[in-house]
């Protein structure tokens, strides 16, 4: 067997990836390692998101190139670099200039060419490929039927790519247009993530509830549609779906938070903003109102949902009063947990070109109170458990003897003591005891 070394960073959508790139490569005679030192071949799947992402990937690329030069002094082997994901789509040629020792670059789109590239490589001679292609034939169609290992969760991309154009976002231009698997392909990978184990299936995209398609009796399904479909399935137990736009939030979906019990009462449901004229400047199509309007229509369908959402603060022209409003909205809502994050120039989208730029020190200090009010949010959240029972799905070990780690339904982390081996995957009650910031501890009723 070659060994393969994968890193990954980003979002899901970048780690379903990463797992396809491994099944993509076994039956070529590559297994996953630890080791990069080791490697036969290092793949690092990157994120464009935000600069500290792109960063990233060039001091990593830097740590490679030392790893490849001592494995070749000492064995005389050269290992194959390849970058994939989005920083690869949006710079693949300034990666080739910036560090040559690259041999491949592919895009998040056309990574199911990853084993031919690699057979081209010739470890002698220096030649590059570049393979950062939208191509006609969607990459689905190439990475169907070669599922192997997971763990008892997994994530299943059913929808990739957007339409919407914030003007502070790359995702358009990375992963480009908006496009929905086909139901039969999203049906067929989530029947044989179930053969081989899985109990938790995620299903992903950059706007997962715009996913659409249509059935062989012409209905078009929307994700609330193929949601119910997947509760069938009857080794399914848990179904979870990331990430939502709220112009997306139809009917039948938050009808699914009432009707299907399989699927867990959480959503995250990004606005970036409270304030409307920043969400206006960004481009996101809705008011704060809403917004608010999506949020109350999903508690009433579901009072018992746990949300979350993602903010950006220092967005080109914010003022003190837009800020003000962004902390009122989180106080209005309250939030399970959330993200947030200060803008990040990104070149080639609209916002970058503004020439209303916000201090850095502002957005330093305006994320600080976002995130000591959402920290707050989840602290009160996590305690509301103490005292509960939650059902658990065991996902791994936790890091002392004994300790388990699984999740709950409100996507908590929980950990716990069991003497019994083998109870990964297994679904269990867990009385919670003590809540902390990130996590809850609790004791197992029963197996
Ligand atoms: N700067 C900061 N945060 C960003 N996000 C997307 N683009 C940027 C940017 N240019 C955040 C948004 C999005 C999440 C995935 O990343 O909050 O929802
Ligand atoms: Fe980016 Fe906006 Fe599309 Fe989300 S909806 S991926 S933030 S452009």
């Avoid at 736009?245 to 938050?254: G, N, V």
């Avoid at 959330?338 to 503004?354: E, H, L, Q, V």
Wanted: aromatic share 8%; proline share 4%.
């Amino acid at each position: 067997m070659k060994k393969l070394f994968i890193k990954t960073h980003g979002c899901q959508m970048n780690f379903y990836d990463s797992e396809k790139m491994v099944d993509l490569l076994k039956p070529h005679g590559y297994q996953i390692d630890e080791n990069p030192e080791d490697a036969d071949i290092i793949v690092i799947n990157t994120c464009h998101i935000r600069e500290k992402a792109v960063e990233k990937t060039y001091s990593e690329l830097g740590r490679i190139r030392d790893q490849v030069n001592l494995r070749k002094e000492k064995t005389g082997k050269k290992s194959i670099v390849a970058v994939a994901g989005c920083v690869a789509q949006a710079q693949g040629k300034e990666i080739m200039k910036r560090s040559p020792w690259v041999d491949i670059v592919v895009g998040p789109q056309s990574y199911q060419n990853l084993p031919e590239l690699i057979a081209k490589v010739d470890p002698l001679t220096k030649n590059n490929h570049i393979n950062i292609e939208f191509p006609t034939v969607p990459k689905f169609d190439h990475l169907k039927s070669i599922v192997t290992e997971r763990g008892p969760s997994a994530f299943l991309t059913i929808q990739e790519g957007c339409d919407k154009f914030c003007a502070f976002c790359v995702v358009p231009y990375t992963r480009g247009a908006e496009y929905s698997r086909p139901i039969k392909s999203i049906l067929d990978e989530a029947k044989e993530l179930i053969d081989n184990g899985v109990k938790e299936i995620t299903l992903l995209g950059q706007n997962v509830n715009a996913w659409h398609a249509e059935w062989t009796d012409k209905n078009v399904w929307g994700l609330g549609r193929l949601i119910k479909e997947l509760s069938k399935i009857k080794e399914l137990e848990f179904i979870r779906y990331t990430t939502s736009h709220p112009l997306d939030m139809d009917l039948e979906l938050i009808e699914a938070h009432r009707d299907v019990s399989k699927l867990m009462p959480y959503l995250h449901l990004p606005i970036q903003s409270g304030s409307d004229n920043i969400l206006r400047s960004m481009n996101r199509k809705h008011t704060v109102k809403e917004y608010i309007k999506v949020i109350e229509k999903v508690r009433h369908y579901n009072p018992n949902i746990a949300l979350s959402g993602d903010f950006i603060v220092g967005f080109p022209g914010e003022t003190d009063k837009d800020h003000q409003a962004t902390l009122d909205l989180i106080k209005e809502i309250k939030y399970s947990q959330a993200y947030s994050f200060k803008y990040s120039i990104r070149p080639g989208t609209p916002a970058a070109i503004s020439l209303n730029q916000v201090d850095e020190s502002y957005k330093k200090s305006r994320l600080e109170e976002v995130q000591n009010i959402l920290r707050d949010q989840q602290f009160a959240f996590n305690k509301q458990s103490i005292n509960s029972t939650l059902k658990i799905l065991v996902l791994k070990n936790g890091k002392k003897s004994n300790q388990y780690l699984g999740r709950s339904q409100y996507n908590q982390s929980v950990y716990f003591n069991c003497n019994e081996k083998n109870i990964i995957g297994s679904t269990v009650d867990i009385n919670v005891t003590q809540a902390f910031q990130n996590s809850l501890t609790g004791n197992i009723i029963n197996i």
